[in-house]
């Protein structure tokens, strides 16, 4: 991958990931200035999620099977900015969840598509650039949109900032696309592994619980962080502070993965990943009137999001072969970010007001211990991700 490859592939991430510095810190406030209520916040968010489960599966299939991978990016993004389109004048319930279901199907499919043309295109380069150097600058767009939306809704009532602030990141993401290239998979694996051969492994079984595990923890968290430290009176520079502050912490990670992370056995970095994800709830939980408290659990975020994403996307590149990497990508994405978010924001809107929101965030952090548990045994025996023997799909593990 040479300079202008690069510069375009990181410019397609920083928009991606600046519209999530919009969606997740500001969404939720956002739909509470409409008048919704928590029961129906946590609803259109778990929305938004659930679309994710079947969107990156069939744009994957899609692409398989054309063969037109930058077309359907491409017609993806377009479509996702003419949705935001159509969503900056929407107030009603029912209204919201028709956009935002139409929005979310193309705003899934494009990224699992353009990771998989990304790691191919690394598979030809010489080892000047890595992943984690091009997926930093998403972390680096969404601070930067996160910062401008808090400054521009400083004063509580510049609301249209919010969704004015998604259609301008998506709108970049399609010109970005308009750049990107693509390469063909070098064949490297047993031409009769089929995706259904490698569902059926007790590798990937146990790799995609744990997904789905890690994002039902991450529920409370998506969906009401915003609204429940506003609730303990912090303003909304310091709530953009600490989503910023969580972020920056995973570009750390992004950027001393390969030196100091890739040599180590997965298992070992997922279990530090949930663990941690169960001790950051659990502070959430506990003290979120201690300034002090709340950014350290922010600054766990380098391992819950940061080191999980690291080697959940590797491990996903190694145990789906060839043409499969854009299907492996995509059941990451569905089942991550689709199954486990969508219910885990569906799941903390119903316990946020029947349990409390404490409570709410200790439920977490025991769904991040379980996790931990899945994740290590299926892939406690997989080799560390800096091995250079070829991946053969799951049957290497």
Not at 221 to 246: H, Q, R, V
């Amino acid at each position: 991958m040479n300079v202008a490859q690069y510069a375009r592939f990181s410019g397609f991430y920083f928009f991606y990931f600046a519209s999530l510095g919009v969606f997740l810190p500001f969404w939720p406030l956002y739909l509470q200035h409409l008048g919704f209520n928590a029961l129906e916040i946590g609803q259109l968010v778990a929305i938004v999620m659930a679309a994710g489960i079947v969107a990156p599966n069939l744009w994957a299939w899609l692409a398989d099977h054309t063969e037109q991978r930058l077309l359907l990016i491409r017609l993806a993004a377009a479509a996702a900015a003419a949705g935001l389109l159509a969503l900056q004048w929407v107030v009603s319930f029912d209204g919201m969840v028709f956009w935002l279901l139409l929005f979310s199907f193309f705003w899934y499919a494009s990224l699992p598509l353009v990771e998989g043309v990304t790691l191919t295109h690394l598979d030809y380069a010489a080892g000047r650039f890595a992943y984690v150097h091009i997926r930093l600058w998403g972390s680096l767009g969404f601070v930067v949109l996160c910062v401008a939306l808090a400054v521009l809704t400083a004063d509580g009532t510049a609301w249209h900032w919010v969704p004015l602030g998604l259609l301008f990141c998506h709108l970049g993401v399609f010109l970005m696309t308009l750049t990107l290239t693509s390469r063909p998979h070098r064949v490297e694996h047993p031409p009769h592994v089929t995706l259904l051969d490698l569902l059926r492994h007790p590798v990937v079984l146990g790799l995609m619980a744990a997904l789905v595990l890690m994002q039902v923890s991450h529920g409370p968290y998506y969906t009401f962080y915003s609204i429940y430290l506003e609730s303990y009176g912090y303003p909304k520079s310091s709530l953009a502070a600490l989503w910023s502050i969580a972020v920056c912490g995973e570009i750390l990670v992004f950027l001393f993965f390969a030196r100091y992370f890739a040599h180590r056995g997965p298992s070992g970095l997922f279990a530090a990943a949930f663990l941690l994800a169960a001790v950051r709830w659990a502070v959430l939980g506990s003290f979120p009137q201690h300034t002090a408290a709340v950014l350290g659990a922010q600054l766990l975020h380098a391992a819950t999001y940061g080191l999980y994403h690291a080697v959940a996307v590797r491990l996903i590149h190694r145990l789906f072969p060839g043409r499969m990497q854009g299907r492996g990508q995509a059941l990451y994405s569905s089942m991550s970010y689709g199954v486990g978010a969508s219910l885990g924001c569906l799941l903390a809107g119903i316990a946020w007001d029947e349990i409390g929101p404490n409570t709410t965030f200790y439920a977490a952090a025991g769904v991040a211990l379980l996790g931990m548990a899945v994740g290590w045994l299926a892939v406690r025996h997989v080799a560390p991700l800096s091995s250079s023997a070829p991946s053969s799909g799951a049957k290497e593990a």
